[in-house]
């Protein structure tokens, strides 16, 4: 008898390691099998989908009635499971990424428990030849240093732009870094779905030396994410660009081109980097015109003449109340009046280079303001709960802790938003003080209320971005971002 019980025994574990099924005695189950739980699945391991619709099943021999198999899957977006008697059927959606994915199905029969991991291809990434290029092109990479006047260079061929080279900030669930990315020229802007990975960046300034580099980035403009394919190569110097897109293969009769800082002017003669967060191109610095896009003058003033002009009369003035602060960094600080009613457009289009309008906003301190509604909201929500630090600029002393919850260990501008230390003139009908002159910045934005955000807000906190708030700034003078109108962005 002993031999018997040591047979038995024998099958069972055999069966359960090639099934990677484990008896769970922890489940209660009345009535008891009355004997051992032998379970063997085929296939048993692992299943491998192809990136399009699949489908195939799963054979459960056991011992026990097909009425003791149950099934589970561990992401039913893609991956659905159903049983009909000892038949697991699985199923897969079509992968619209261009990265793989998994998922185990768990199958239990009685008290064994069995995983199987479910697989399926990444979409498979082809370039087509939709650009309207007709010339082969070869463009030397620009350095880091190349950077220091836009985060954002431009490769142009007479009017026609032939590519965006942008040092930008890649953040989704299997990369966060910086890195230096091409993208074909599409119009005014580029095309950011098809974006080729010359070579990642880390926070030390120090360019990947190791076979990383060349993959790809390619943007969901509607949520504001993108795919990653990660490269095999070392860091690239040399790209070409045809009708096909970008590549590092080299191409013959070649035509070559330099980038060029890419930079925008406003109506006033000031001008303004720009740098590529997620989708969206926005100013690199705090706008600075005392002009509306049709010429109508913007007074600028201190802050002894606030009260004939309140709420009502466009004015703009020196952040902290300081004439020396250098406009190109700090901008002026603007009353309501600028961004409300009709002036909204019109104070986008004081940038006459290209198309821009005042960056929208929205959300609640009490629900969050992640999210892809407007353009701050899309901002937020790529750079990731509770990551302003990516956004504001090191040296300032922003305000830190508090009911906001910000960490000011957190700062290390890596998007290159570049938000600096403005503060805001608060209630300007009847004040003349400001408010977190060396520690916060407030900014408005669009959607005609004159609200805002303030951001190194140490009082409160948006639910999901420690250190911001949402706030009404009708009665404020603060600081104006302005995001470039492409057809892909949400108007």
């Known amino acids: 008898m002993k031999n018997i019980i040591s047979n038995w025994t024998s099958i069972l574990v055999i069966a359960l390691v090639l099934s990677a099924c484990e008896d769970d005695y922890s489940v209660k189950v009345s009535p008891g099998p009355g004997k051992d739980v032998t379970v063997t699945l085929s296939p048993g391991e692992t299943i491998s ?40 059927k699985v199923s897969s959606t079509q992968n619209l990424k261009y990265v793989s994915r998994s998922a185990f199905v768990t199958i239990k029969v009685f008290s064994v428990t069995c995983k199987v991991e479910v697989v399926q291809d990444a979409k498979a990434y082809v370039s087509d030849p939709d650009y309207p290029i007709t010339k082969n092109y070869k463009i030397t990479v620009p350095s880091l240093a190349d950077f220091s006047t836009s985060k954002i260079l431009k490769v142009m061929d007479g009017d026609q732009k032939i590519a965006e080279i942008c040092l930008e900030y890649l953040n989704n669930g299997s990369i966060t870094s910086r890195a230096v990315v091409v993208y074909v020229g599409e119009g005014g802007a580029a095309d950011y779905k098809n974006g080729f990975v010359a070579y990642l960046v880390d926070n030390n300034n120090n360019i990947s030396t190791g076979a990383v580099n060349g993959g790809r980035v390619i943007f969901d403009y509607v949520n504001n994410t993108f795919d990653y394919i990660a490269g095999t190569s070392n860091a690239v110097g040399t790209v070409y660009i045809n009708g096909y897109g970008v590549s590092k293969e080299e191409l013959p009769d070649v035509v070559e081109l330099t980038p060029v800082p890419y930079t925008v002017r406003d109506i006033s003669e000031n001008i303004y980097p720009v ?29 002894d003449r606030f009260g004939s002009y309140s709420t009502t009369v466009p004015f703009a003035t020196y952040p902290r109340g300081d004439a020396t602060l250098d406009k190109s960094v700090f901008g002026y600080l ?158």
Request: charged share 15%; aromatic share 10%.
């Open 275 to 303: 740098v590529k967060i997620g989708c969206e191109v926005w100013l690199g610095s705090n706008l600075c015109t005392t002009k509306f896009g049709d010429g109508t003058a913007i007074d600028l003033i201190t802050s």
């Open 49 to 88: 989908f192809t990136e399009g619709e699949n489908s195939t099943d799963i054979l459960v021999l056991t011992n026990m009635p097909d009425s003791t198999i149950t099934v589970a899957s561990a992401d039913t977006t893609w991956c659905k499971v159903s049983v009909a008697g000892n038949v697991v």
């Open 334 to 491: 603007y009353n309501s009046a600028v961004v409300k009613g009709d002036n909204e457009a019109l104070i986008g289009s004081s940038i006459i280079d290209g198309n821009w309008r005042l960056a929208t906003g929205g959300g609640s301190n009490s629900t969050g303001i992640n999210g892809i509604e407007t353009d701050w909201q899309r901002l937020f929500k790529y750079v990731g709960n509770d990551q302003l630090g990516t956004l504001l600029s090191t040296g300032y002393t922003w305000s830190n802790g508090g009911a906001g919850g910000f960490d000011i260990q957190t700062v290390s501008n890596s998007t290159g938003m570049s938000l600096v230390a403005t503060g805001e003139y608060y209630d300007v009908t009847n004040y003349e003080f400001v408010i977190g002159g060396e520690s916060q910045s407030f900014v408005f934005y669009g959607g005609g209320a004159a609200d805002g955000y303030n951001l190194a807000e140490a009082d409160g906190k948006a639910l999901d971005q420690a250190g911001v708030r949402v706030w009404p700034h009708n009665s404020d003078a603060c600081a104006i971002r302005l995001v470039r109108i492409d057809t892909h962005t949400t108007e």
